[in-house]
Each structure stands twice: as C-alpha cells, then as structure tokens.
C-alpha cells in the first residue's frame, strides 16, 4: 500500500491550502486516519486524527483552524487549513493505521501506532 499526499505549497499568513492523501495498491482497511507534521530537528507530532465513525482529535495547535475529513470508501484523507501562520511550516504526513483496533479506544496520537505513511508534502507560511 502506497499513500500520497498532495497539496503542498507556499503560503502567505492567513492564507488556507487543502491537503489530500490517497491510498494506491492493496484496500487497506483503517479505522485510524491522521495527520502528522515535522519540522527538522523536531519530533513528528500529530495534528488531526479521524476514525471511521467520523470521530475526530485536533492538536490543539490547530483547533479551530484545520478541518480534517475522510471518505472511507475512496480511502482518502483530507486536510483544510485556514489561518495559516508561518508556525505551520512543516512536512505534513498522512498515515494511516491498518490491522485491527479496539473501537472502543480512541484513536492513537503516536506515530509509531501508525504503520502507513506517505512521503510527505511541504507546507511554507511566508509572514
């Protein structure tokens, strides 16, 4: 299974770009969408996360600001950012977590729980 993202750019602040991830290969069945960000020299974090049921967990770094959204069917993940400001300059990931998962738990926000990525798309807010 292969994910891509796509979406990526450069930004002034206050400006919105829409990410996309898409899953190419075998059907890959995943409760756990996420979305995670690095910036070099910093560990990978979470942003937004989004399970089947449509339950979704925001960092809250963007609360309020990024709209996370899935279609299950497609097995495609979705990322609106608004208000953007030069602290969201980062590599964004898409992953996706396959295998079984306890749906009574919430969905994890580790990276290392997560066991598709994608190859990144770069995010640039100029201020």
């Known amino acids: 299974v292969q994910l891509v993202e796509s979406g990526g750019g450069s930004v002034q602040a206050g400006g919105s770009l829409r990410l996309s991830c898409a899953a190419f290969?075998?059907?890959?069945?995943?409760?756990?969408m996420a979305w995670f960000r690095q910036v070099p020299g910093m560990e990978r974090e979470y942003i937004a996360i989004i399970d089947k049921t449509g339950n979704t967990n925001y960092a809250d770094s963007v609360k309020g600001r990024f709209t996370i959204s899935r279609d299950s069917a497609k097995n495609t993940l979705d990322l609106q950012m608004n208000s953007l400001n030069p602290d969201d300059t980062a590599m964004y990931y898409c992953a996706f977590r396959g295998g079984v998962w306890d749906t009574r738990r919430s969905c994890p926000v580790e990276d290392s729980k997560y066991n598709y990525w994608g190859q990144g798309t770069q995010v640039t807010v100029s201020s």
């Open positions: 290969g075998s059907t890959v069945s995943s409760y756990c």
